[in-house]
């Protein structure tokens, strides 16, 4: 369990977070303030931080500059537009920071959620798990772009989060019901073909062997 801050001024969005984040066993406490934001994170009471962008108060870029010029290390979650992702992956560059474009689905972030806490609780000494790599497939988890071999390879967003949880789970099987979930979260009837058409993109954009169909089960990453 982490006490978890949400810095961020769209009510409906902050509301959102907290209770998805509780309903993953942890305690959250919501601002919609940029410097009160900063003044909480500084405390030191706070495992991790959810910090919009655009807020009244001090802007995110700002508290998470004055956190850092202040020797906080908290792991700190970034929210941006996703038109303005190459600002803020410029903006943290160098820094132990993520970002998630919004929108997103609840399951991104709670994947990037539990990353960065459990790399907090592992100490600086552990390697970061920034880069995906198995079998020639490489996927930045930062930049949100992927290689086969030297080639760059163009990837949606759905299909980089696919391809995320197939390399986070290689060689296992799993369902279509699974990757629904993770992937498409409530939008789609467990009746729909997505999971299908979209494990037919990636094997056009990352090699018609990388997904193996398990017939009955489901699919499984092979490189
Ligand atoms: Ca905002």
Redesign the pocket.
């Known amino acids: 369990m982490a006490r978890i801050l949400i810095v ?3 009510e409906r ?1 902050a509301s959102f977070l907290a209770k998805g984040l509780r309903a993953d066993g942890h305690t959250t406490t919501c601002v919609g303030d940029g410097r009160e934001g900063l003044d909480l994170a500084l405390t030191g009471d706070v495992d991790l931080v959810v910090l ?4 009244p108060g001090m802007d995110g870029f700002e508290v998470l500059d004055q956190l850092r010029s202040q020797g906080s290390k908290v792991p700190v979650i970034v ?1 941006t537009a996703r038109d303005s992702v190459g600002d803020t992956v410029s903006a943290l560059e160098g820094g132990a920071d993520d970002y998630m474009p919004k929108p997103f689905r609840f399951a991104e972030l709670l994947a990037r959620v539990r990353l960065r806490l459990r790399q907090a609780g592992e100490g600086s000494a552990a390697p970061r798990e920034d880069v995906l790599e198995a079998g020639g497939v490489r996927l930045d988890l930062r930049t949100r772009r992927a290689r086969v071999g030297e080639r760059q390879v163009d990837l949606s967003a759905r299909e980089f989060t696919l391809a995320e949880i197939f390399m986070r789970n290689a060689g296992q099987v799993l369902s279509r019901e699974q990757l629904l979930d993770h992937v498409w979260g409530m939008d789609f009837d467990p009746g729909s073909n997505v999971v299908d058409v979209y494990v037919g993109y990636l094997r056009k954009k990352l090699g018609a062997d990388a997904v193996a169909t398990v017939r009955g089960m489901g699919y499984r990453f092979t490189r």
């Open positions: 961020e001024d769209e969005i919009d962008i655009g807020l929210l």
